[in-house]
């Protein structure tokens, strides 16, 4: 009988075999499995897989041209963001709220919502490529004359890269382009864009802007990341912006913490040469931000590691 059981058990091997090779071939291999990087601060996380609201909260002083009266001013920026199909596409949502005044006012003004959508292409090498689409609605109202007026300006120019959040009765469409370069521990990203305003009743009556911003950071260890970004707004076709301020340049140093289900980070920030459109002289100011992380696939909700 021994012979026979000994045939019976190989025959049964050889049988299981292609099963288990059909079974290992149909297992789903995500390509783009890409290695963990730390998000900047201001641009977003290309290949996150969980669905991510950020908070920002942005506080500076601007210091005005001769003559004037120092101000400060604070901008809120809320933001989700989720992938569908398989991180291949990401539709989003972002507003903010901004807050300031002088010694003698004190405002609080919304801005203009943005829905965004996105598309990506990625290797495991660390190389991640794609663009997208925003669209801003005419979502802010304030007399452009009042202090609210002012405050938008002075929200704008602390977050000049977001200055059509803060431009009244406009729609606007932003496409842009997205580049990431991850290197051992190094992490180099970039975003180039265009803002195209119009007026819904004017359509003659338009603004254009472009933008650029690149961030240079380095992983120290698993959940802590040291980074550099800077970012300029460039007034192309604005009414009433000089030549020497049609450039808005800001450097802003940060620390970003990496916890399962929330990054904070840390950014100081100042300008480089002539503030948005020149309404004031210089600026600068720090800037938090949370990003908490919501994972439908873990059972308690949050990034599994």
């Avoid at 959040?165 to 496409?175: I, K, N, S, T």
């Avoid at 007034?235 to 913490?257: E, F």
Wanted: hydrophobic share 45%.
């Amino acid at each position: 009988m021994w012979p026979l059981r000994r045939v019976a058990l190989a025959v049964l091997l050889l049988l299981s075999c292609p099963a288990v090779a059909r079974a290992q071939s149909m297992q789903f291999v995500d390509p783009y499995d890409v290695p963990d990087a730390p998000r900047p601060p201001t641009l977003p996380e290309l290949t996150h897989s969980e669905i991510e609201g950020t908070l920002d909260i942005t506080s500076g002083a601007l210091i005005p041209n001769a003559g004037g009266v120092w101000t400060h001013a604070y901008v809120t920026r809320l933001a989700v963001e989720a992938p569908l199909a398989l991180r291949r596409w990401y539709v989003g949502a972002s507003y903010e709220l901004g807050v300031g005044g002088s010694v003698r006012s004190f405002e609080a003004v919304g801005g203009n919502l943005q829905l965004e959508g996105r598309t990506l292409w990625a290797t495991r090498t660390g190389l991640s490529f794609g663009g997208g689409l925003g669209l801003a609605l005419p979502t802010s109202s304030y007399d452009p004359n009042s202090g609210g007026g002012l405050v938008a300006t002075n929200s704008a120019t602390l977050r000049p890269w977001d200055v059509t959040y803060w431009v009244r009765g406009v729609f606007a469409l932003r496409p842009f382009i997205d580049v990431r370069f991850i290197v051992g521990q190094a992490i180099l990203q970039f975003r180039q864009g265009l803002d195209l305003t119009v007026v819904p009743d004017q359509i003659g009556y338009r603004r254009l802007y472009a933008n650029a911003a690149a961030y240079v950071g380095w992983a120290a260890t698993p959940h802590v990341a040291a980074g550099l970004e800077v970012m300029e707004e460039y007034c192309i076709d604005v009414p009433g912006v000089s030549d020497g301020a049609r450039s808005a340049l800001v450097v802003s140093p940060n620390v970003r913490l990496s916890l399962p289900w929330v990054q904070p980070a840390i950014s100081m920030f100042t300008n480089l040469g002539t503030p948005l459109y020149g309404a004031n002289e210089s600026f600068w100011g720090f800037r938090l931000t949370a990003t908490v992380i919501y994972d439908p696939d873990s059972m308690l909700r949050v990034r599994a590691k």
